[in-house]
């Protein structure tokens, strides 16, 4: 056996919403996962789009933030100990002696396991960077300060002198938030016309009309100024080629994120416009071994939402026990008659007669 090889029951590709209830639904199994995501952080879509908005069609909860669910799922799998390997994307897929799966991922990470649950969304992240010069050198700075696509806490940004460029709902979204905590904050788009929601424009127009917001339109990026990677003003030009400088500790462009399927697609998979054709009632996507939940999965009437997911990462781990557990009789447990391993409420559950 390779020391360097992480050995592992299942391997889920992707830390989003679907993958991470992965983790619950194979720990309840006994099934041991570990989890590698390219964010730095887990979440997918929730943390990098919409950490702070709420969303209303989780069962159960009227009401969560974004950020909050991902809170609440991290919470939930615990107790079942997955190991994570985040900020790393898986670019190899391989079988190995045995049946056995080994992926490869961008650090060189290596994880060999009886089978992949690909909960891959819609692809790894990646922001469209503005194409300007020696912009690497005010990326990757402490929150608050340089140049970031993802706000996590906007108190990150309290007191700093905020240039958020792009017209979507990204930029306008936080551009409202940051208005209450920021020292300045200045909209870069360029033209008069938001791609975000009428309520959210109208809501900017008015804090611009107050003078909390600076709109600078039709404006668009034109360089950095800051020395040592601290940033310290952003150049802006019109269509006519006439300069302003911005004042800036920190620059948020929000041109949108691509997002693509990468190595995945020479997977050999049975793909269906990027995404990954799989067999409903067990998630599995046609090479023995491999199975897809979530946003990438695709079957007739497939709906994109979190709870189709949720519900996905239970047919695809109850397919997989007979994979892991060979000869194994898998009876089929309420979690109320099963609890769960250290007691999420406190205690080891009782296990109850049905
Ligand atoms: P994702 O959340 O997309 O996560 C996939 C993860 O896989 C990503 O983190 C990505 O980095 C990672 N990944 C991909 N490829 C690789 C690789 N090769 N190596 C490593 N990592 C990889 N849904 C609802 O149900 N209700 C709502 O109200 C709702 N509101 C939304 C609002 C907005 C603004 C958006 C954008 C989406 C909303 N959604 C909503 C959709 C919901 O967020 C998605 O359905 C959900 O995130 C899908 O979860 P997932 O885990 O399948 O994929």
């Known amino acids: 056996m390779d020391s360097d090889i992480h050995h592992t029951d299942v391997a889920i590709i992707g830390a989003g919403p679907v993958g991470l209830f992965a983790v619950f639904e194979l720990g309840m199994l006994g099934i041991d996962c570990h989890v590698v995501d390219a964010l730095d952080a887990p979440g997918g879509q929730?943390?990098?789009?919409?950490?702070?908005?709420?969303?209303?069609?989780?069962?159960?909860?009227?009401?969560?933030?974004?950020?909050?669910?991902?809170?609440?799922?991290?919470?939930?799998?615990?107790?079942?100990?997955?190991?994570?390997?985040?900020?790393?994307?898986?670019?190899?897929?391989?079988?190995?002696?045995?049946?056995?799966?080994?992926?490869?991922?961008?650090?060189?990470?290596?994880i060999e396991a009886r089978a992949v649950i690909l909960a891959a969304g819609v692809g790894a992240f990646g922001p469209n960077r503005p194409p300007l010069d020696g912009i690497d050198a005010f990326e990757r700075q402490p929150p608050g300060t340089g140049v970031h696509y993802f706000v996590t806490r906007r108190e990150d940004f309290r007191d700093r002198r905020v240039v958020i460029a792009g017209g979507g709902d990204s930029a306008v979204d936080w551009a409202l938030a940051l208005a209450e905590t920021a020292a300045s904050v200045a909209v870069v788009h360029r033209r008069d016309r938001f791609r975000a929601a009428p309520e959210s424009v109208r809501r900017l127009r008015e804090l611009a009309d107050s003078g909390r917001i600076e709109m600078v339109v039709p404006f668009q990026l034109h360089s950095l100024e800051g020395e040592g990677g601290r940033l310290d003003g952003v150049i802006v030009s019109d269509l006519d080629g006439n300069q302003r400088r911005l004042a800036a500790d920190a620059l948020l462009p929000f041109f949108g994120l691509h997002q693509d399927l990468g190595p995945i697609a020479d997977w050999g998979l049975n793909l269906h416009r990027h995404h990954i054709v799989v067999e409903p009632s067990t998630c599995a996507a046609g090479l023995s071994g491999i199975f897809a939940i979530g946003d990438v999965a695709e079957y007739p009437g497939k709906l994109k939402l979190i709870l189709t997911g949720f519900s996905e990462a239970a047919m695809a781990a109850h397919a997989i026990f007979t994979l892991v557990r060979p000869g194994e009789a898998l009876h089929f447990e309420y979690s109320t008659t099963k609890g769960v391993p250290g007691g999420v409420l406190g205690g080891a559950k009782t296990p109850t007669a049905t």
């Open 46 to 110: 929730c943390t990098a789009l919409y950490p702070e908005k709420p969303i209303y069609d989780i069962p159960g909860y009227p009401e969560i933030m974004a950020h909050d669910l991902v809170g609440k799922l991290l919470e939930q799998i615990k107790p079942f100990a997955p190991v994570y390997h985040l900020g790393q994307q898986v670019t190899g897929l391989e079988t190995v002696d045995g049946g056995d799966w080994l992926l490869t991922t961008s650090m060189g990470t290596r």
